[in-house]
């Protein structure tokens, strides 16, 4: 059973929309941005500085939307991707990404407790990627903190299963507000407070539902956050029902 891997699923309605999308939105973008850059170079010196500004902004929403379209082929590919099935030490994964991101940033002390020995089948890609993503808000969202820690535990579920559960003490959110936590591009912070392109969270709950799982969130402003995800025993791929 270890390495078992899971055919590719069938692209959902979803997922061939996005493709499509991405596919049918590169073209005219190319041209906007090409037609704007060569404004910009041979007529840029006729135009006042309102007419620069304008051609930049142009140029800066089409970055802006090239960078929209990856995000959305990346969605779209998850559900398409092969599901392998073995032991994944997410322990293990949680000290390591968190390690990486002390290093990244030696300035900052973030106490750290992580919870030893769990252990969940499913792929390790994809579940590696859901810790990258949930570690990483909660290093992100806990950098203003003074006193900054940041938890991975193990947690009944009602469902019988476990709750893996990554805990901050940093702005939090309100709760009012969860129902956009998991939606594409719905930021409940600004952007130039705190970077990143809002599909973070959408890329989470679409890797779990495959693993035939479950996502949440609790938080208050100011107070933290603490974000929860369930893995099936097996691993079902709710996909291909494999």
């Not at 006042?48 to 990346?74: F, P």
């Not at 990486?100 to 030696?106: C, N």
């Amino acid at each position: 059973m270890s390495g078992a891997s899971i055919p590719p699923a069938a692209p959902t309605d979803s997922d061939l929309s996005g493709l499509s999308l991405s596919h049918d939105l590169r073209a005219p973008l190319r041209v906007i941005d090409g037609f704007a850059r060569i404004l910009k170079e041979d007529y840029g010196h006729t135009l006042d500085k309102r007419g620069n500004d304008h051609l930049d902004r142009i140029l800066a929403a089409t970055q802006r939307m090239g960078s929209m379209i990856d995000v959305l082929m990346g969605l779209a590919q998850i559900g398409a991707q092969p599901l392998q099935r073995r032991p994944v030490d997410l322990s293990a994964l949680a000290q390591r990404i968190l390690d990486d991101l002390q290093h990244s940033e030696p300035h900052r002390l973030v106490a750290v407790e992580i919870q030893p020995g769990l252990v969940r089948w499913g792929d390790p890609d994809l579940l590696g990627r859901v810790m990258e993503n949930l570690l990483g808000n909660a290093w992100k969202y806990s950098s203003r903190s003074a006193d900054a820690c940041i938890s991975f535990k193990g947690a009944p579920h009602p469902s019988g299963r476990t709750a893996f559960q990554i805990r901050d003490n940093g702005v939090g959110f309100d709760m009012r507000l969860v129902g956009q936590l998991f939606a594409p591009f719905q930021r409940l912070h600004s952007a130039s407070d705190f970077p990143g392109h809002g599909v973070g969270l959408v890329t989470v709950k679409r890797i779990i539902e495959r693993h035939g799982g479950e996502v949440g969130a609790q938080g208050e402003p100011g107070q933290g956050s603490m974000f929860w995800f369930t893995v099936a025993e097996r691993a079902i791929d709710k996909a291909t029902g494999g």
